[in-house]
């Protein structure tokens, strides 16, 4: 769900470009984590995913927090081939988390996606 998501995210902030890590050059893109999550069941799966979002301001870094906090709670909308999103929880809205190895500014917010659809490995 991890690459769905980035693509997801790529696909609509062609500025800020999405990852599962931070690019070596840049001061606005974003990151997403899976950090664990429950599987549901044999073809339900519900990770958990940590979104930072880095700009070159604070304010700038919590606008695009907030950008793509509303992108994502519109997923179910837009994955829904297999497997298909079908909610969404935000389990920790934005909040500033400086990142001591960068010059960015750093928002990172939680959320809950949950899928159904391919049979879990």
């Not at 995210?9 to 890590?21: E, M, Q, S, V, Y």
């Not at 799966?45 to 907030?66: F, G, H, K, R």
């Amino acid at each position: 769900m991890e690459s769905e998501v980035i693509d997801d995210l790529n696909a609509h902030f062609t500025d800020a470009p999405a990852a599962d890590r931070p690019p070596e050059f840049g001061s606005r893109f974003i990151v997403v984590h899976r950090t664990g999550g429950v599987l549901a069941s044999r073809v339900s799966d519900n990770p958990i995913l940590v979104v930072e979002c880095y700009d070159a301001t604070p304010e700038q870094a919590y606008q695009l927090a907030a950008e793509v906090r509303e992108h994502l709670a519109q997923l179910p909308r837009r994955l829904t081939t297999d497997p298909r999103v079908y909610k969404v929880v935000e389990t920790a809205g934005p909040a500033s988390l400086p990142d001591p190895r960068s010059t960015s500014h750093r928002y990172t917010q939680t959320i809950a996606v949950h899928t159904r659809g391919r049979r879990a490995e």
